[in-house]
């Protein structure tokens, strides 16, 4: 699709507007049929309006949620369902009332027509701004210290990860075994609950046995040192 035009700062153009139902025809002139159709064709055209709406919000919103990588892909989302429901709307619109001979359709259609068309097309222009500002936020997270989290998306280890930007860590790294010597000697309060997702990975201790084992390997590296400082 071809995008309408921008405004400063990367918004998109107003679309035009929605215009008012179009009452529905009496029986004498046309059978209730194409009352109802142009009931159907309004509330396609609708719903890509307020779709466009949608991911606009969310492209708008995201700027003011740097600081919380869950909100950021949260927004990142609901911009990409709202354009995915645009399209929608848009493609049913033009395939299951297809557009009349030229200049036999009315005013009224036509308008309705090209609403729904350049809603879809706002909507997938926001979706993309908002795409693209959550990924600079998440790579700007990443790259500041303790910035990204590390904590593994269960969904993307099933395969299942639909989210356009996720909080948790697709890094098959994040998943390998740390050794002990490079574990706090705290207890992971997740695994006490039974909820950690880290497993071996874990920079906290999973349970008495190994936070003594921590312990007992920290105490031995921190002799070593000060022995070696002394010689």
Known sequence: ??????????????????????????????????????????????????????????????????????????????????????????????????????????????????????????AEQAALNCRLQATEIVNKMAAAPGGKSKVPCKWFLLGQCRKTICEFSHDIQDLQPRPLHKKRADLCHYFQKGQCTRGTACPFAHGQEELAEINRIVTGLKTDKRFHMRH
């Open 1 to 122: 699709l071809q995008m309408p035009p921008r405004q400063p700062g990367g918004a998109t153009m107003p679309i035009a507007t929605l215009p008012s139902p179009q009452p529905a025809p009496p029986a004498a002139d046309a059978g209730a049929g194409e009352g109802q159709a142009a009931a159907q064709m309004y509330m396609l055209a609708q719903l890509a309006e307020e779709s466009a709406q949608t991911a606009a919000s969310a492209a708008a919103c995201i700027v003011g949620a740097e600081s919380d990588p869950g909100q950021v892909a949260a927004l990142a989302e609901a911009a990409q369902q709202a354009a995915s429901r645009a399209n929608w709307a848009a493609s049913t619109l033009a395939s299951a009332f297809p557009e009349s001979p030229a200049g036999a359709e009315d005013e009224w259609t036509a308008s309705l027509r090209l609403v729904t068309a350049q809603a879809a097309e706002a």
